[in-house]
């Protein structure tokens, strides 16, 4: 009889080697980072230059040609919160399992992922996609708008200080990942809860050393 | 000794009694109750005026004041995809439980949610706020590449003829609400598969009688 010793499953990520220095901090593969980090566990990136996104076999991977993919011995996924969510209800961390807060968790999770990034996004777009001009600044000036409304509909239902849930969960990591976005266009607005938030979460030794791993990949 | 007969707990979200007529059919809630025409669970609308969304009341059910707001006896939660994955695994129905099968629906999940779905809502938004000219047209077109490319690597990722993951899932009610609106704006493109998927999955019966008890409401 032999013995049989289970392999730790190998969590693997890709990421982006040649990407423009103002990405820097703010690619998502910075989530996954972040979490195992955070719960601990080891991981791998898988190196890939821009162009290469685009090719067939990391299309198998990620359709969109987009970083992260992720894929362990058991599965392949992409989509940030998807990653998250499977690994913390696998690995039983950083998510509530059941209950009211895990769906006030879920709620959370996708209100920020549907409600709020995508404007953010869309401000990002237009931003790098378009010349300045009157038609621009309008729908510029009207997307600032939704982008604040939506930044002080949070700030007030945002009950505990110190995390969205009642204690640090994937919510927080993709909170503070969007978050980061705005603070650099400095377009965070008048919400003191927010900015202090952000503040103490991008002090948090596990985002520290997923930050300062990610920002390697600048300098090779 | 008494006994005590758990009462079953009713699904209530919220619906608008006065959308503009061009919102039937593409309100989000048609999710929630779908959902639950499926699982064959009853339910309760809670209904507003269009007006009554903006009220501190109702702010404190969605803050974004927007439907459905979901609530039962037990909680509270807002924004389709969050209702249907924590109801899915609530009820065990509708959503696989684990393994590389849910990391796959998950990832659809998130993909058609965050990455498809905000390309086609700025659009429509893009549609309803703007006069038309030379640099909204531009954005337009770019706004439509993208959509196109997404549906496409869709359709390419798309193995399963009949359902999105190995069987019907809270992908698919995500996934067919969804493409309704570039059916509607006639921009589904040359994707056989998913206009095929699409005609199939209207025929549903839940879906049918979602689609009628929720047309009710553009008649009160």
New interface residues.
């Given amino acids: 009889m032999g013995i049989f010793i289970k392999r730790k499953n190998m969590h693997k990520f890709s990421v982006i080697t040649d990407a423009p220095a103002g990405t820097k901090g703010l690619v998502k593969e910075l989530r996954v980072r972040w979490f195992l980090e955070e719960i601990g566990e080891p991981y791998e990136e898988m190196r890939f230059k821009h162009s290469e996104l685009k090719l067939e076999s990391y299309?198998k991977l990620q359709?969109?040609g987009?970083v992260p993919a992720y894929q362990n011995e058991?599965?392949?996924?992409?989509?940030?919160?998807?990653i998250l969510?499977?690994l913390a209800d696998e690995t039983g961390k950083l998510l509530p399992k059941e209950?009211?807060e895990?769906?006030?968790a879920?709620?959370w999770?996708?209100?920020l992922?549907?409600?709020l990034?995508?404007f953010i996004?869309?401000r990002i777009w237009?931003n790098f996609?378009?010349e300045k001009?009157d038609?621009?600044n309008?729908?510029m000036s009207?997307n600032l708008m939704l982008i604040q409304d939506?930044l002080s509909?949070?700030e007030?239902?945002m009950i505990h200080a110190d995390f969205v849930t009642g204690e640090f969960s994937i919510v927080d990591i993709v909170f503070v990942t969007i978050l980061r976005n705005p603070a650099v266009m400095s377009i965070l607005g008048d919400h003191p809860k927010l900015k202090n938030y952000l503040v103490k979460m991008e002090d948090r030794p596990a985002f520290l050393k997923a930050l300062n791993d990610h920002s390697k990949l600048y300098k090779i």
């Fill in positions: 299309l359709p969109f987009q058991d599965l392949e996924m992409y989509e940030t919160g998807a969510l499977f209950g009211k895990r769906a006030n879920l709620t999770l996708f209100a992922l549907n409600s990034e995508p996004t869309a237009l996609s378009f001009n038609v621009i309008q729908i009207q939506k509909r949070l007030k239902t």
